[in-house]
């Protein structure tokens, strides 16, 4: 698949919507900057509390490094985002490191396995948020800025999802079928989500195809149809036809046609 085929067409369409960068932020893309600030800053706290209790090496160098990478790929570029619109910033918070030396600063600790955990569940939140952010911002600039991090959070969330996969740190839900290797309850959850979202994506388009005549939007509709959704939708229920015989007779019929 030619993504340039698809994103240029898009580029264009979405070039006929964008304000100029001359007129002030709206108050959505106010709110994700802000918001995406202060959980950068609320997430730094968390890990270095996290870092004041464990006294496993290598975590403590992952976690150095998340920081460092939340600090100057997220906090500073929103900070310098807001402050060059005329907008003031939230104070950064004391740092916990301060307490003392990893591993001694806290009373209570949390073993490494709940601190992986709890880094994936945050990692998911921010995640959401990011994804959220660049659908709602219009502006080419503020939207580059969310694009970037979750580019930059998907690598850092990759890395976590590594280190608990080998240290077993998951506890799978059970197997969905008898079938050997096959997903379990979890993951057929997830995979049947995603796929009844693409159905409704394919409605959309299609419905969107049949109300417009406009020849630029119509070819990106269709290559969004054609070249992502339908191939999508194909990929996620052969994921469960191969291992749970999950797929509807309705998909199936949308994916053979």
């Given at each position: ?33 802000w918001?995406g ?5 609320e ?17 403590m ?7 460092q ?35 001694v600063?806290q009373?209570?600790?949390?073993s ?12 998911g ?9 660049v ?9 580059k ?19 608990g ?64 959704l ?15 015989r ?12």
């Amino acid at each position: 698949m030619n993504l340039l085929s698809i994103l240029q067409p898009l580029a264009k369409v979405v070039q006929i919507a964008q304000p100029k960068d001359n007129k002030p932020l709206h108050a959505g893309e106010i709110f994700y900057l802000w918001d995406g600030l202060t959980a950068g800053l609320e997430n730094i706290t968390v890990l270095e509390t996290y870092l004041m209790s464990t006294e496993d090496n290598e975590l403590m160098i992952i976690l150095k490094g998340q920081i460092q990478v939340i600090m100057l790929n997220r906090v500073r570029k929103l900070e310098n985002t807001l402050k060059q619109e005329g907008f003031s910033v939230p104070p950064r918070p004391a740092p916990k490191t301060a307490q003392g030396k990893p591993g001694v600063g806290q009373d209570v600790k949390l073993s490494d396995d709940e601190i992986i955990s709890n880094l994936l569940t945050w990692g998911g939140v921010v995640l959401k948020h990011d994804a959220e952010a660049v659908g709602a911002c219009t502006r080419e600039t503020v939207r580059k800025v969310f694009t970037d991090l979750l580019f930059d959070d998907m690598k850092g969330y990759s890395l976590l999802m590594e280190l608990g996969s080998g240290r077993q740190v998951f506890k799978a839900p059970p197997p969905a079928t008898a079938k050997d290797n096959s997903l379990n309850i979890d993951e057929v959850a997830r995979v049947w989500d995603v796929l009844t979202t693409r159905h409704l994506n394919i409605i959309n388009v299609e419905t969107y195809l049949s109300n417009t005549n406009d020849q630029d939007l119509i070819k990106l509709l269709s290559r969004t149809l054609d070249k992502i959704l339908i191939p999508q939708m194909v990929k996620l229920e052969n994921v469960l036809k191969l291992s749970c015989r999950g797929a509807t007779q309705s998909s199936m019929k949308m994916g053979q046609g």
